[in-house]
């Protein structure tokens, strides 16, 4: 199979519950598309600086990660960043990756936003046992 990218929308969280309280205009709330890498061997959403410094995202954490090639290397995590897809909505934490590297949609989102690998046509869907709605396993 190949590589598989999706169209999301990225957010910032705290601009949305500004917007929610009516403390700023929904205008006002930053958002960013951009076509994501669809990575299931990555655990988080990963994001790179360009994109954090556009949604102006504050640092909550620092975590060591592992690339492709072997490297660990030292990443901000930032916080709360929105994704949706479709009609299925992530809110979390994202690592944010040096420079301009390409942003990584990783395992936890797409399993919590009840999303798929569709291997014949290698594009992200929604879970067609669940198209309306995301649904979590708890056991």
Same mark, same amino acid.
């Given at each position: 199979?190949? +590589?598989?990218?999706? #169209?999301?929308?990225?957010?910032?969280?705290? #601009?949305?519950?500004?917007?929610?309280?009516?403390?700023?205009?929904? &205008?006002? /709330?930053?958002?960013?598309? /951009?076509?994501?890498?669809?990575?299931?061997?990555?655990?988080? +959403?990963?994001?790179?600086? *360009?994109?954090?410094?556009?949604?102006?995202?504050?640092?909550? #954490?620092?975590?060591?990660?592992?690339?492709?090639? *072997?490297?660990?290397?030292?990443? &901000? /995590?930032?916080?709360?960043? /929105?994704?949706?897809?479709? *009609?299925?909505?992530?809110?979390?934490?994202?690592?944010?990756?040096?420079? #301009?590297?390409? @942003?990584?949609?990783?395992?936890?989102?797409?399993?919590?936003? &009840?999303?798929?690998?569709?291997?014949?046509?290698?594009? +992200?869907?929604? *879970? @067609?046992?669940?198209?309306?709605?995301?649904?979590?396993?708890?056991?």
């Amino acid at each position: 199979m190949g +590589l598989v990218y999706a #169209d999301v929308e990225l957010i910032n969280g705290f #601009d949305e519950g500004l917007a929610l309280k009516q403390m700023i205009g929904a &205008d006002e /709330v930053k958002r960013f598309p /951009v076509n994501i890498l669809v990575d299931t061997g990555s655990y988080m +959403l990963a994001i790179n600086e *360009n994109i954090q410094e556009y949604l102006q995202l504050p640092v909550v #954490d620092s975590k060591k990660a592992q690339t492709a090639d *072997n490297r660990i290397i030292d990443c &901000d /995590v930032v916080a709360p960043i /929105v994704l949706l897809f479709e *009609n299925r909505r992530f809110t979390g934490s994202a690592m944010v990756l040096p420079g #301009d590297s390409e @942003p990584l949609l990783g395992a936890i989102p797409l399993e919590e936003m &009840d999303v798929l690998i569709h291997p014949l046509r290698q594009e +992200l869907i929604v *879970n @067609p046992e669940h198209p309306l709605y995301a649904q979590l396993k708890l056991k």
